[in-house]
Protein backbone atom coordinates (compact mmCIF):
# COMPACT_ATOMS: atom_id res chain seq x y z
CA UNK A 1 0.00 0.00 0.00
CA UNK A 2 1.41 3.57 -0.86
CA UNK A 3 0.83 5.63 2.34
CA UNK A 4 2.36 8.66 1.02
CA UNK A 5 1.22 8.90 -2.57
CA UNK A 6 1.18 12.57 -3.94
CA UNK A 7 2.48 13.68 -1.20
CA UNK A 8 5.67 15.61 -1.52
CA UNK A 9 8.61 15.70 1.20
CA UNK A 10 12.01 17.62 1.44
CA UNK A 11 14.64 15.65 3.40
CA UNK A 12 17.71 16.97 4.71
CA UNK A 13 20.98 15.38 4.18
CA UNK A 14 19.83 12.20 2.62
CA UNK A 15 22.81 10.62 0.52
CA UNK A 16 23.43 7.70 3.01
CA UNK A 17 22.52 6.29 6.44
CA UNK A 18 19.21 7.41 8.00
CA UNK A 19 17.90 9.95 5.14
CA UNK A 20 19.25 7.66 2.15
CA UNK A 21 16.56 4.88 4.26
CA UNK A 22 13.95 7.76 4.56
CA UNK A 23 14.08 8.32 1.02
CA UNK A 24 13.97 5.03 -0.10
CA UNK A 25 10.95 4.41 1.89
CA UNK A 26 8.98 7.74 1.10
CA UNK A 27 9.61 6.61 -2.90
CA UNK A 28 8.04 2.95 -2.48
CA UNK A 29 5.33 4.55 -0.54
CA UNK A 30 4.55 6.87 -3.42
CA UNK A 31 6.17 10.48 -2.09
CA UNK A 32 8.37 12.70 -4.29
CA UNK A 33 11.41 13.15 -2.33
CA UNK A 34 13.24 16.51 -2.65
CA UNK A 35 16.60 15.54 -0.69
CA UNK A 36 19.59 17.97 0.51
CA UNK A 37 23.31 17.02 0.21
CA UNK A 38 26.26 18.77 1.42
CA UNK A 39 29.08 17.64 -0.89
CA UNK A 40 28.50 14.32 -2.54
CA UNK A 41 26.61 15.20 -6.04
CA UNK A 42 27.59 12.00 -7.98
CA UNK A 43 25.78 10.26 -4.95
CA UNK A 44 23.23 12.53 -4.99
CA UNK A 45 22.74 11.88 -9.10
CA UNK A 46 22.70 7.92 -7.91
CA UNK A 47 20.33 8.19 -5.71
CA UNK A 48 17.89 10.33 -8.06
CA UNK A 49 18.61 7.32 -10.93
CA UNK A 50 18.08 4.34 -8.27
CA UNK A 51 14.52 5.80 -6.76
CA UNK A 52 12.85 8.16 -9.16
CA UNK A 53 10.02 6.07 -11.29
CA UNK A 54 6.83 7.12 -13.19
CA UNK A 55 5.35 7.82 -9.51
CA UNK A 56 7.42 10.02 -8.06
CA UNK A 57 9.92 12.32 -8.49
CA UNK A 58 13.21 12.62 -6.35
CA UNK A 59 15.71 15.04 -6.56
CA UNK A 60 18.89 16.16 -5.03
CA UNK A 61 19.82 19.96 -3.62
CA UNK A 62 23.31 21.02 -2.71
CA UNK A 63 22.49 22.89 0.31
CA UNK A 64 24.19 23.67 3.45
CA UNK A 65 21.25 23.07 6.04
CA UNK A 66 23.44 25.21 8.97
CA UNK A 67 23.62 28.37 6.67
CA UNK A 68 20.31 30.04 7.28
CA UNK A 69 20.19 31.84 3.65
CA UNK A 70 20.81 28.59 1.53
CA UNK A 71 17.62 27.07 3.44
CA UNK A 72 15.72 30.31 2.25
CA UNK A 73 17.03 29.89 -1.39
CA UNK A 74 16.36 25.95 -1.50
CA UNK A 75 12.83 26.55 -0.28
CA UNK A 76 12.02 29.36 -2.64
CA UNK A 77 13.34 27.15 -5.56
CA UNK A 78 11.83 23.99 -4.34
CA UNK A 79 8.12 25.88 -4.57
CA UNK A 80 8.26 27.05 -7.58
CA UNK A 81 8.18 23.77 -9.20
CA UNK A 82 6.30 21.55 -5.88
CA UNK A 83 4.12 24.66 -4.93
CA UNK A 84 2.51 22.40 -1.35
CA UNK A 85 5.05 20.75 0.47
CA UNK A 86 3.21 18.42 2.90
CA UNK A 87 6.35 16.91 4.97
CA UNK A 88 9.61 18.01 6.08
CA UNK A 89 12.62 16.06 7.59
CA UNK A 90 15.57 17.51 9.69
CA UNK A 91 18.08 14.62 9.34
CA UNK A 92 20.74 16.45 8.61
CA UNK A 93 23.38 15.84 11.73
CA UNK A 94 27.25 15.50 12.78
CA UNK A 95 29.28 14.34 15.85
CA UNK A 96 32.21 16.01 17.15
CA UNK A 97 32.92 13.91 20.12
CA UNK A 98 34.81 14.55 23.07
CA UNK A 99 35.03 15.44 26.67
CA UNK A 100 34.44 18.55 27.94
CA UNK A 101 37.91 18.89 28.94
CA UNK A 102 39.57 18.06 25.37
CA UNK A 103 36.42 19.90 23.30
CA UNK A 104 37.45 23.06 21.16
CA UNK A 105 34.83 25.99 21.24
CA UNK A 106 34.75 25.50 16.97
CA UNK A 107 33.68 21.91 18.11
CA UNK A 108 30.89 23.04 20.31
CA UNK A 109 29.71 25.65 17.65
CA UNK A 110 30.09 23.30 14.46
CA UNK A 111 27.45 20.81 16.00
CA UNK A 112 25.12 23.33 17.21
CA UNK A 113 25.05 24.92 13.78
CA UNK A 114 24.38 21.41 11.78
CA UNK A 115 22.49 19.65 14.17
CA UNK A 116 20.04 22.58 15.66
CA UNK A 117 20.26 25.63 13.64
CA UNK A 118 19.57 23.59 10.76
CA UNK A 119 16.04 22.93 11.90
CA UNK A 120 14.97 26.81 12.74
CA UNK A 121 17.01 27.15 8.95
CA UNK A 122 14.60 24.64 7.66
CA UNK A 123 11.51 25.25 9.35
CA UNK A 124 11.34 28.97 9.50
CA UNK A 125 11.74 28.84 5.71
CA UNK A 126 9.02 26.12 5.16
CA UNK A 127 6.62 28.07 7.33
CA UNK A 128 5.07 30.85 4.99
CA UNK A 129 4.48 27.27 2.51
CA UNK A 130 2.67 25.41 5.22
CA UNK A 131 0.83 28.16 6.82
CA UNK A 132 -1.02 29.37 3.70
CA UNK A 133 -1.23 25.67 2.77
CA UNK A 134 -2.80 25.00 6.05
CA UNK A 135 -1.10 21.41 6.37
CA UNK A 136 2.13 19.99 6.81
CA UNK A 137 4.03 17.47 9.38
CA UNK A 138 7.37 17.87 10.16
CA UNK A 139 9.59 15.52 11.54
CA UNK A 140 13.30 16.32 13.78
CA UNK A 141 15.73 13.58 13.87
CA UNK A 142 16.67 13.92 17.95
CA UNK A 143 18.72 10.91 19.27
CA UNK A 144 18.64 8.80 22.95
CA UNK A 145 21.38 10.80 23.83
CA UNK A 146 19.52 14.41 23.40
CA UNK A 147 17.24 12.35 26.13
CA UNK A 148 19.73 10.53 28.43
CA UNK A 149 23.16 12.87 27.86
CA UNK A 150 26.30 10.74 26.90
CA UNK A 151 29.70 11.41 28.39
CA UNK A 152 32.17 12.69 25.47
CA UNK A 153 29.14 13.79 23.66
CA UNK A 154 28.00 17.57 25.49
CA UNK A 155 27.90 19.09 22.42
CA UNK A 156 25.86 16.39 20.10
CA UNK A 157 23.44 15.83 23.59
CA UNK A 158 22.66 19.31 23.72
CA UNK A 159 21.43 19.60 20.29
CA UNK A 160 19.90 16.87 20.33
CA UNK A 161 17.90 18.12 23.28
CA UNK A 162 17.67 21.83 21.67
CA UNK A 163 15.68 19.77 19.02
CA UNK A 164 12.98 18.87 21.67
CA UNK A 165 12.53 21.82 23.13
CA UNK A 166 12.25 23.73 19.30
CA UNK A 167 9.81 21.12 18.04
CA UNK A 168 7.06 21.37 21.23
CA UNK A 169 7.34 25.06 20.95
CA UNK A 170 6.37 25.02 16.89
CA UNK A 171 3.68 22.26 17.74
CA UNK A 172 2.38 24.89 20.10
CA UNK A 173 2.97 27.34 17.62
CA UNK A 174 1.66 26.00 14.54
CA UNK A 175 -0.95 23.62 15.81
CA UNK A 176 -3.73 25.48 15.27
CA UNK A 177 -3.46 25.87 11.54
CA UNK A 178 -2.95 22.22 11.18
CA UNK A 179 0.97 22.24 11.23
CA UNK A 180 2.19 19.10 13.12
CA UNK A 181 5.58 19.29 14.35
CA UNK A 182 7.01 15.90 15.87
CA UNK A 183 10.61 14.53 17.11
CA UNK A 184 12.11 10.84 16.47
CA UNK A 185 14.69 9.86 19.25
CA UNK A 186 16.61 6.95 17.50
CA UNK A 187 19.09 4.65 19.84
CA UNK A 188 21.69 2.77 18.18
CA UNK A 189 21.15 2.70 14.33
CA UNK A 190 24.04 0.52 12.25
CA UNK A 191 24.55 2.93 9.17
CA UNK A 192 27.39 3.98 7.19
CA UNK A 193 28.96 5.81 10.37
CA UNK A 194 28.89 2.71 12.89
CA UNK A 195 30.59 0.27 9.71
CA UNK A 196 33.79 2.11 10.91
CA UNK A 197 33.70 0.90 14.38
CA UNK A 198 35.26 -2.40 16.01
CA UNK A 199 32.71 -4.85 16.23
CA UNK A 200 33.16 -5.83 19.57
CA UNK A 201 32.15 -2.68 20.69
CA UNK A 202 29.33 -2.58 18.08
CA UNK A 203 28.28 -6.60 19.95
CA UNK A 204 28.46 -5.11 23.62
CA UNK A 205 26.28 -2.06 22.30
CA UNK A 206 23.49 -4.66 20.26
CA UNK A 207 23.69 -7.14 24.10
CA UNK A 208 23.06 -4.36 25.81
CA UNK A 209 19.08 -3.36 23.90
CA UNK A 210 16.44 -5.05 24.81
CA UNK A 211 15.62 -6.51 20.89
CA UNK A 212 18.66 -7.38 21.09
CA UNK A 213 20.25 -5.63 17.62
CA UNK A 214 21.00 -2.46 16.62
CA UNK A 215 18.52 -0.41 14.87
CA UNK A 216 18.14 -0.05 10.80
CA UNK A 217 17.43 2.65 8.74
CA UNK A 218 14.44 1.53 7.94
CA UNK A 219 13.02 1.45 11.27
CA UNK A 220 13.42 4.89 11.32
CA UNK A 221 12.24 5.46 7.90
CA UNK A 222 8.65 3.60 8.48
CA UNK A 223 7.98 5.45 11.87
CA UNK A 224 8.84 8.70 9.88
CA UNK A 225 5.72 7.32 7.01
CA UNK A 226 3.48 7.16 9.98
CA UNK A 227 4.76 10.63 11.01
CA UNK A 228 4.33 11.92 7.74
CA UNK A 229 1.44 9.99 6.78
CA UNK A 230 -2.56 10.94 7.76
CA UNK A 231 -2.15 8.04 10.32
CA UNK A 232 -0.85 10.10 12.84
CA UNK A 233 -3.39 13.52 12.03
CA UNK A 234 -3.87 13.48 16.18
CA UNK A 235 -0.34 13.16 16.78
CA UNK A 236 1.81 16.85 17.67
CA UNK A 237 4.53 17.57 19.87
CA UNK A 238 5.64 14.33 20.73
CA UNK A 239 9.25 12.82 20.54
CA UNK A 240 8.78 8.84 19.20
CA UNK A 241 11.54 6.82 20.58
CA UNK A 242 13.10 3.95 18.29
CA UNK A 243 15.44 2.71 19.88
CA UNK A 244 14.85 -1.50 20.59
CA UNK A 245 13.90 -0.45 24.44
CA UNK A 246 16.85 0.86 25.49
CA UNK A 247 16.01 3.36 27.34
CA UNK A 248 13.38 1.28 28.81
P1 LIG B 1 25.23 10.07 8.54
O1 LIG B 1 26.49 10.77 8.93
O2 LIG B 1 25.32 8.75 7.85
O3 LIG B 1 24.30 11.03 7.68
C1 LIG B 1 24.15 12.39 7.97
C2 LIG B 1 23.82 13.10 6.67
O4 LIG B 1 23.74 14.52 6.95
C3 LIG B 1 24.89 12.92 5.59
O5 LIG B 1 24.24 12.64 4.37
C4 LIG B 1 25.59 14.28 5.55
O6 LIG B 1 26.11 14.59 4.28
C5 LIG B 1 24.44 15.20 5.91
N1 LIG B 1 24.92 16.50 6.39
C6 LIG B 1 25.88 16.76 7.31
N2 LIG B 1 26.05 18.08 7.44
C7 LIG B 1 25.16 18.68 6.58
C8 LIG B 1 24.85 20.02 6.28
N3 LIG B 1 25.47 21.04 6.87
N4 LIG B 1 23.88 20.26 5.35
C9 LIG B 1 23.22 19.25 4.75
N5 LIG B 1 23.48 17.96 5.01
C10 LIG B 1 24.44 17.68 5.91
O7 LIG B 1 24.41 9.91 9.90
P2 LIG B 1 23.12 9.02 10.22
O8 LIG B 1 23.55 7.98 11.16
O9 LIG B 1 22.38 8.63 9.01
O10 LIG B 1 22.27 10.08 11.06
C11 LIG B 1 21.17 10.83 10.53
C12 LIG B 1 20.54 11.62 11.65
O11 LIG B 1 20.10 10.73 12.70
C13 LIG B 1 21.50 12.61 12.32
O12 LIG B 1 20.81 13.78 12.69
C14 LIG B 1 21.97 11.85 13.55
O13 LIG B 1 22.40 12.71 14.57
C15 LIG B 1 20.70 11.10 13.92
N6 LIG B 1 20.93 9.90 14.73
C16 LIG B 1 21.69 8.86 14.27
C17 LIG B 1 21.88 7.74 15.08
C18 LIG B 1 22.70 6.53 14.65
O14 LIG B 1 22.91 5.64 15.48
N7 LIG B 1 23.14 6.42 13.41
C19 LIG B 1 21.29 7.70 16.35
C20 LIG B 1 20.53 8.78 16.78
C21 LIG B 1 20.35 9.87 15.95
Known amino acids: MKILKGKTAIITGAT ?3 GR ?4 TFADHGANVLFTFSSSSDLAKEIEN ?3 NNDVVVKGFKSDASNYQDCQNLVDQITKEFPVIDILINNAGITRDNLLMRMQEEDFDKVIE ?3 KSVFNMTKAIQRTMLKQRFGSIINMS ?3 GVKGNAGQSNYAASKAGIIGFSKSIALELGSRNIRCNVIAPGFIETEMTEVLDEKVVQEWRDSIPLKRGGKPSDIADTCVWLASDMSSYVT ?3 IHVNGGLLT
Open 16 to 18: RGI
Open 21 to 24: GIAK
Open 50 to 52: ELS
Open 114 to 116: INL
Open 143 to 145: SVV
Open 237 to 239: GQT
